[in-house]
């Protein structure tokens, strides 16, 4: 299906008329972040559960990428032509803000899913604690550590919050446990040009904390290819099974492992409980991130994480 373009200054007029007749009671639009990855195939799984159980139509669709906003605008545009009652979106950047304040006036009730942007015109969030997922990477890694050396904090090129916040707590947690956070940068999503001078980089420090799949995947691979894997402690973010079979060989210290499947399901659960206009409960669902490293990967309740 193709994607109109868009103008970033769209007028409510304009949005409204992608919303002919009434709104769909029995249905939600869902908008993820930059497709491809494990994590939103897991929430995919979830919300179709949720919204099997409870006899609604979910449409599921997500930007290539998150570096250009106007993506996920004009997805959102594309989605709102099932005018579904309810949206569900993980914003790439507060650019996002003034549409999701024009459905609220046509009447769409709309939660955020992964990132909270705090905005009133939203009714609710799912989302994992980010700041508490950072901070308690940057205490495992000093932990592993013993409290003492140079690390490096790695990210996509990407305005979420969600990657913000873990940043933000791994550097607190990083540096309250005695290490000295020396080398912080991007990384492009295509890094095959720079993985030799990212190993050359990383070969001088004693640790490294990828925000998400993506990067952990890149730095894994330059790791490797520069045989220095499980020789400094590489702590990632999500998980896919290259990320677990590299903790399980000792390539990798440690995961941070989030729910995905069970934010794409109470994602649902929330709307429909909006939709139906009932009263009480929270507004944010946070949902915690677990640290695995080989010492309890085999677990019980890590393996349920793992395979949703």
């Not at 090129?157 to 080398?183: C, H, K």
């Not at 001078?197 to 420090?205: F, G, K, N, Q, V």
């Not at 429909?272 to 009932?278: A, K, S, V, Y």
Request: charged content about 20%; proline content about 5%.
């Amino acid at each position: 299906m193709p994607i109109c373009a868009t103008s970033p200054a769209r007028s409510l007029v304009a949005v409204l008329a992608l919303l002919p007749g009434p709104l769909l009671a029995d249905c939600i639009n869902m908008v993820s972040g930059a497709g491809g990855h494990t994590f939103w195939r897991h929430v995919q799984l979830g919300a179709e559960m949720a919204a099997q159980q409870n006899g609604l139509d979910l449409h599921f669709r997500g930007p290539q990428s998150e570096r250009d906003p106007q993506q996920q605008l004009q997805i959102i545009d594309k989605v709102l032509e099932r005018p579904c009652a309810a949206l569900i979106v993980a914003p790439s950047s507060n650019e996002v803000l003034p549409r999701l304040a024009e459905l609220k006036q046509r009447g769409v009730t709309t939660l955020f899913i992964d990132r909270d942007l705090g905005s009133s015109n939203v009714s609710g969030a799912v989302a994992t604690d980010n700041y508490q997922a950072g901070l308690l990477a940057g205490q495992q890694m000093a932990r592993l550590l013993k409290g003492e050396g140079r690390v490096a904090l790695l990210r996509p090129r990407s305005r979420a919050q969600s990657i913000a916040e873990r940043a933000r707590g791994f550097i607190q947690g990083a540096v309250a446990g005695g290490l000295q956070v020396v080398l912080e940068r991007y990384l492009p999503a295509n890094e095959s040009a720079e993985r030799s001078s990212l190993a050359r980089e990383l070969d001088e420090l004693d640790g490294v904390f990828t925000t998400n799949e993506a990067t952990s995947l890149i730095t894994l691979g330059a790791l490797r290819r520069a045989k220095l894997a499980g020789k400094l402690v590489h702590i990632g973010f999500d998980a896919n099974p290259q990320l677990v079979d590299a903790l399980r060989d000792g390539h990798m210290a440690g995961l941070l492992i989030q729910q995905p499947y069970q934010m794409g399901y109470q994602s649902v659960v929330l709307a429909q409980r909006h939709l139906r206009g009932e009263a009480g409960g929270p507004r944010t669902i946070a949902l915690a991130a677990v640290f695995v490293e080989r010492s309890n990967l085999e677990e019980e309740r890590i393996q349920r994480l793992l395979s949703p």
